[in-house]
């Protein structure tokens, strides 16, 4: 099983729709989450970070279920500026993995007119 | 302009060659990885520096040799490279490391598509 599965997609979304996807992660010792964009051939950009109580940004909020061991990406009002791929990323936890972060291998959203 | 900078953007090669691809970044951080991006999109670290100090070196071949002259540089070199190297590899750089890692995003060069033909 690979320590970050994410849904490849693509997700296609209607301008102005939601649009929201998972990311789930093996190692319970995992502390920290994150959130990022990566547009097509360019480098990934932090999106942003998930704290344990659910956070919003704008139009973007993630949520965390340590219980279920994933974390969620909801985009309300989608721009055609969001089409991209979001790629979940999770420190690896115990004692060896220290300051190490795991990337999925993204999840593509495609918003059309 | 702050920034994480590599070069070369393309590097076009053949198997067997040795090359190198150099990153700098004018951000004042502490740390500078080396990940590589594979054709199934998975980021995988390679080698991380913590004030020129390797902390990092996950399962690479020992092809694969990172120098950091100093804080705000990390060159990779690769020796005798395969098909097998061909990839995305980006620079990046983040101010604190490890349980500080929370608040320290990871700032990404634009990347080296190294093709080994």
């Known amino acids: 099983r690979k320590e970050v599965e994410q849904d490849p997609g693509p997700f296609n979304v209607p301008e102005g729709a939601t649009v929201a996807f998972n990311c789930t992660y093996s190692n319970s010792a995992s502390q920290s989450f994150f959130w990022y964009r990566q547009d097509c051939r360019k480098e990934p950009k932090l999106l942003m970070s998930v704290y344990s109580s659910g956070n919003e940004d704008g139009r973007f909020t993630a949520q965390l ?12 009002d989608s721009k055609l500026s969001d ?16 300051g190490k972060l795991q990337f999925g291998a993204g999840t593509q959203v495609v918003v059309t007119p | ?9 393309y590097l076009v090669t053949q198997m067997g060659n040795d090359k190198s691809i150099k990153c700098e970044q004018n951000l004042g951080h502490d740390t500078m ?48 490279l395969e098909l097998g190297d061909s990839a995305v590899y980006f620079c990046a750089s983040s101010q604190d490391f490890g349980e500080f890692a929370y608040n320290s995003p990871l700032h990404f060069g634009n990347g080296t598509r190294l093709t080994v033909t």
């Open chain 2, 33 to 80: 990885y080396w990940y590589k991006q594979d054709s199934k999109k998975f980021l995988k670290i390679m080698f991380s520096y913590n004030n020129k100090e390797l902390i990092i070196n996950e399962t690479v071949p020992n092809r694969f040799s990172p120098k950091s002259p100093d804080k705000a540089h990390l060159n990779l070199h690769i020796n005798s």
């Open chain 1, 65 to 76: 279920n340590r219980a279920s061991q994933y974390i969620s990406l909801l985009i309300r």
């Open chain 1, 83 to 98: 089409s991209a791929t979001y790629l979940c990323v999770v420190t690896r936890g115990g004692a060896d993995s220290w």
């Open chain 2, 1 to 9: 302009d702050t920034a994480v900078s590599q070069t070369p953007k």
